[in-house]
């Protein structure tokens, strides 16, 4: 049976017809109720916009001749960096373009980009054949933080003045390790700790909701073509006593094969970027597919202090994700046109593009 290899960061430029989606990508303010979308007319034709809430007007936040993924608020909110055509372009609102970061290194597949304040970020990229963690200054200079030859280091997340990531060796073994925040050098392979061993089972996506306590996501090596769905597990990550780490796996969630993988006319842009698990005031919310041979997506959302599932969306046989809290509510996205959904595109009377997202309010299962 021919295999596929699923791939962690998942952008793609194949052309085909695809299905049009809508979906948050950002808060800009929870006070006036502002938030960001990204419509998918097309796999070549993604448009950023600036939505009101309230009134439903939206207005264009990006030119069209730009393909924005991962789509990343600054921390003063300033603006918004993005992926486009593989290089990291960013986006002042008091300026009519945006530019691009002029990253010193030949890097590749750059990733994982965080912001630390309105000058530096730091990321995941390929150099020289092997995957690094770099941070870069005003744009520009990019310095490496951790200097490893032999394995790839991916999915860096800063907690204070440590570096918790995930490290893929040559043997396809992956491990959570973290080392010393520095920007004055690079830290070696032995200031690095192995925190966490998960063997020949392959992670990705580390998200850590503080220095003790944080979650990834386990991905199957490969998938076959013919199946329908693909499963997911993530795991809690949390510190015991002094150096001691344990695992433990939360839930699992299934996603259609179709919105991630390959040239179908369903599939995502930003692949999976829009389906993971996201954090929130105790609560992990995700999407998945209710069996393993449906195409239809829910959101839920598991509670750390109880350690249970319960589902935010009851919508029939159609699918919602991405979900994004703004104010007392949660928004979703979907497929515009949706009629169990209400997912609409409109112009209004005075000639201003509007939409509408499904929304349900904010329930804190402790």
């Given at each position: 049976?021919?295999?596929?290899?699923?791939?962690?960061?998942?952008?793609f430029s194949?052309?085909a017809?695809?299905?049009?989606y809508?979906?948050?990508?950002?808060?800009?303010?929870d006070?006036?109720?502002?938030?960001?979308?990204?419509h998918?007319?097309?796999?070549?034709?993604?448009?950023?916009?600036?939505?009101?809430?309230?009134?439903k007007v939206?207005?264009?936040a990006l030119?069209?001749?730009?393909?924005?993924?991962?789509?990343?608020?600054l921390?003063?909110?300033?603006?918004?960096?993005?992926?486009?055509?593989?290089?990291?372009?960013?986006?002042?609102?008091?300026?009519?373009?945006?530019?691009?970061?002029?990253?010193?290194?030949?890097?590749?597949?750059?990733?994982?980009?965080?912001?630390?304040?309105?000058?530096?970020f730091?990321?995941s990229?390929?150099?020289?054949?092997?995957y690094?963690?770099?941070?870069?200054?005003?744009?520009?200079?990019?310095k490496?933080?951790i200097?490893?030859?032999?394995h790839?280091c991916?999915?860096?997340?800063?907690?204070?003045?440590?570096?918790f990531?995930?490290?893929?060796?040559?043997?396809?073994?992956?491990?959570?390790?973290v080392?010393?925040?520095?920007?004055?050098?690079?830290?070696?392979y032995?200031?690095?700790?192995?925190?966490?061993?998960?063997?020949?089972?392959?992670v990705?996506?580390?998200?850590?909701i503080?220095?003790?306590t944080?979650?990834?996501?386990e991905?199957?090596?490969?998938?076959s073509?013919?199946d329908?769905?693909?499963?997911f597990?993530?795991?809690?990550?949390?510190?015991?006593?002094?150096?001691?780490?344990?695992?433990?796996?939360?839930?699992?969630f299934?996603?259609?094969?179709?919105?991630?993988?390959?040239?179908?006319?369903?599939?995502?842009?930003?692949?999976?970027?829009?389906?993971?698990?996201?954090?929130?005031?105790?609560?992990?919310e995700?999407?998945?597919s209710?069996?393993?041979?449906?195409?239809?997506?829910g959101?839920y959302?598991?509670?750390?202090?109880?350690?249970?599932t319960?589902?935010?969306?009851?919508?029939?046989?159609?699918?919602?994700?991405?979900?994004?809290?703004?104010?007392?509510?949660?928004?979703?996205?979907g497929?515009v046109?949706s009629?169990?959904t209400?997912?609409?595109?409109?112009?209004?009377?005075?000639?201003?593009?509007?939409?509408?997202?499904?929304?349900?309010?904010?329930?804190?299962?402790?």
């Open positions: 049976m021919k295999k596929i290899v699923l791939v962690s960061i998942l952008f194949s052309i017809r695809t299905v049009e809508l979906y948050p990508v950002g808060v800009l303010s006070e006036l109720g502002i938030i960001y979308l990204l998918q007319k097309t796999l070549s034709h993604l448009e950023l916009w600036k939505w009101n809430i309230h009134t939206a207005q264009k030119i069209s001749t730009f393909t924005p993924a991962g789509v990343q608020l921390p003063d909110k300033s603006g918004f960096s993005f992926f486009h055509e593989g290089r990291v372009r960013i986006k002042y609102f008091n300026q009519r373009s945006p530019y691009t970061a002029a990253l010193w290194e030949p890097l590749f597949d750059i990733s994982s980009l965080h912001w630390i304040d309105n000058s530096r730091y990321f990229a390929s150099h020289d054949q092997r690094s963690i770099y941070e870069s200054f005003q744009a520009q200079e990019s490496e933080l200097n490893d030859c032999t790839d991916l999915y860096p997340q800063k907690m204070d003045d440590q570096l990531y995930i490290e893929r060796t040559s043997l396809g073994e992956y491990r959570i390790m080392a010393p925040y520095v920007i004055d050098k690079s830290s070696t032995t200031d690095c700790k192995r925190l966490i061993d998960f063997s020949h089972i392959p990705a996506f580390l998200y850590m503080s220095s003790e944080g979650y990834c996501i991905h199957p090596v490969s998938v073509k013919t329908n769905t693909v499963t597990i993530c795991h809690k990550l949390s510190k015991q006593f002094e150096d001691r780490w344990q695992k433990s796996a939360l839930f699992e299934r996603l259609p094969l179709s919105l991630i993988e390959g040239t179908t006319d369903t599939r995502l842009f930003e692949s999976l970027l829009p389906l993971l698990p996201n954090y929130y005031d105790s609560e992990i995700f999407c998945s209710d069996a393993a041979d449906r195409n239809e997506v959101v959302s598991y509670s750390l202090t109880r350690e249970k319960v589902r935010k969306t009851f919508f029939n046989e159609t699918l919602t994700f991405s979900p994004i809290r703004c104010g007392s509510e949660i928004y979703f996205g497929i046109g009629q169990s209400g997912i609409q595109s409109w112009v209004n009377e005075e000639g201003q593009t509007c939409f509408e997202l499904p929304t349900t309010k904010i329930k804190i299962y402790r």
